[in-house]
């Protein structure tokens, strides 16, 4: 979460204690191994804060993270590993994003901060990112990261823990199907669903909120799991409607959390709390952003 604003309200200070991305806006070309000799062929590329580098080392941010300045990158990148010759500009792949623009008034440690507005680079400024940084869907305060039962956070950076492998699920909440249902509806202006593209579902899949619940609470209970097209298309039309049906259901349903950790049901009602206030407004303007920045 980011409190610290830069040059305005709406402009956080980004730092490496959050799942925030950065999408690059224009293709990542890079030559491909083909049987006639390397292509270039044109690839998404993303990077993410968690991988924040070279930034403040006595100033920090939200709880003591790594602010980003002038000269500090996403260290590294990925969506164009099939380019394992090298960008046509760069002759690398899956390596760092770095920022061009960046606050002139106001500078950390004597250098430029870098707000979630500024434009970057991509893969060794192979391409570029014209939309910025893109944060979490609100600003909900969130804990670190650690699978425990009841855990709200980002996908992208919950499955990076390991520790409760088949123990535990993370559970998109609205469910992941109905936000990419969502997203095909704002493509086409609300009149007809169109396509997205593989970098909106990456970058929904990874930064769209999940809670943390037992595996089987999640395969008896959740009303998600395995969920048709169909009802997903319906969800869709009301996302905030859909995260409480989910929530009610998994806190309610005879195989749901309490069954099998009363006090995993307790973090869970709170966790559902803080999604449940955020607005299909909300949603759009997010899934809006995340089509902007992937330009589809």
């Not at 006639?36 to 006595?58: A, K």
């Not at 969502?182 to 202006?189: P, S």
């Not at 996302?239 to 195989?255: C, E, I």
Request: charged residues 25%; hydrophobic residues 30%; proline residues 4%.
């Amino acid at each position: 979460m980011a409190t610290v604003k830069v040059n305005g309200e709406l402009n956080g200070l980004v730092h490496k204690g959050a799942t925030w991305m950065s999408i690059a806006t224009l293709p990542d070309m890079c030559k491909t191994p083909t049987p006639g000799g390397p292509v270039p062929l044109p690839y998404p590329n993303m990077s993410q804060s968690s991988t924040l580098s070279d930034g403040t080392t006595t100033v920090k941010a939200d709880g003591g993270n790594m602010a980003a300045i002038k000269g500090s990158k996403f260290s590294m990148s990925t969506g164009d590993e099939p380019g394992t010759v090298g960008g046509v500009k760069s002759n690398t792949f899956k390596q760092a994003s770095t920022w061009f623009l960046y606050s002139f008034d106001v500078k950390l440690e004597g250098k430029n901060a870098c707000r979630f507005s500024d434009k970057k680079f991509q893969n060794n400024e192979n391409t570029a990112d014209a939309a910025g940084v893109i944060p979490i869907v609100v600003q909900i305060m969130l804990k670190d990261v650690e699978m425990k039962c009841g855990e709200l956070g980002q996908y992208g950076e919950q499955k990076k823990n390991k520790s409760q492998k088949g123990k535990r699920a993370r559970d998109h909440i609205p469910s992941k199907a109905a936000l990419k249902e969502r997203a095909k509806l704002l493509a086409g202006k609300g009149k007809k669903k169109v396509r997205i593209g593989k970098c909106v579902k990456k970058a929904i899949d990874d930064l769209a909120l999940t809670i943390v619940i037992p595996t089987r609470a999640h395969q008896r209970a959740s009303r998600t799991y395995g969920q048709s097209r169909a009802s997903a298309s319906t969800d869709a039309n009301d996302l905030q409607g859909a995260a409480k049906k989910d929530t009610d259901r998994m806190m309610s349903h005879k195989d749901g959390i309490k069954k099998y950790d009363q006090n995993c049901q307790d973090a869970y009602a709170k966790a559902a709390e803080a999604i449940n206030k955020i607005t299909n407004k909300e949603y759009d303007e997010w899934i809006q952003k995340i089509r902007k920045a992937c330009k589809s």
